[in-house]
């Protein structure tokens, strides 16, 4: 279930979940509440589809959700997905809770990088990588690390909306480039 950028909506939702969290010191639970919903509907389109049917009369869907979100998550969790569900909004449930791990990892300062090499670094290298990376941002960085031998050294890092290509596969292509703009025509 790919995910669309949170709405406002949403996103108002789920600062105010933080906010909550935050004064009741549970935002990394709750966090990692919200995560394992967002999980189970992400690998349930069933489930996501059952929250969102419209056809589904309240007292029915209400009932539904007590018995399976009420002994497995928090009261705060609870008590929110009840405002969902009194709200009409269940069916934005995990865009909701993907927006709250955007928003507790701004909080936290935690960035999420992706890293990919072409051989898996050791766990020595990769938690220098994640102290340089960690110290350039000025962040505690989450590296998440992808293997892919085309790269054929070197890295290629994803933070955010940036994308650094430090692999030798560029570093060729750039040469190529170059060689193939300096030949004469």
């Given at each position: ?34 995560a394992g919903i967002r999980g189970i509907l992400d690998s349930d389109p ?10 589904m009369g309240r007292t029915a869907r209400t009932a539904a959700v007590e ?76 590296v998440h690390q992808h293997v892919d031998d085309s790269i054929i050294g ?32």
């Amino acid at each position: 279930m790919a995910l669309s950028q949170p709405t406002t909506v949403e996103m108002s939702y789920a600062r105010a979940l933080l906010e909550l969290a935050t004064q009741q010191n549970q935002a990394q639970p709750v966090g990692e509440e919200m995560a394992g919903i967002r999980g189970i509907l992400d690998s349930d389109p069933g489930f996501a589809q059952f929250l969102a049917d419209p056809s589904m009369g309240r007292t029915a869907r209400t009932a539904a959700v007590e018995r399976i979100f009420r002994n497995r998550t928090s009261p705060l969790v609870m008590n929110f997905i009840g405002v969902l569900d009194e709200n009409g909004r269940l069916a934005h449930l995990a865009e909701i809770a993907a927006a709250y791990g955007d928003l507790l990892d701004e909080q936290l300062g935690n960035v999420e990088v992706e890293l990919t090499v072409a051989q898996a670094l050791s766990d020595a290298d990769l938690e220098r990588v994640r102290g340089q990376i960690g110290s350039a941002l000025n962040k505690h960085a989450v590296v998440h690390q992808h293997v892919d031998d085309s790269i054929i050294g070197g890295m290629v890092l994803r933070v955010q909306d940036r994308l650094i290509d430090a692999s030798v596969r560029y570093q060729l292509q750039a040469i190529k480039e170059k060689l193939f703009a300096a030949a004469p025509k």
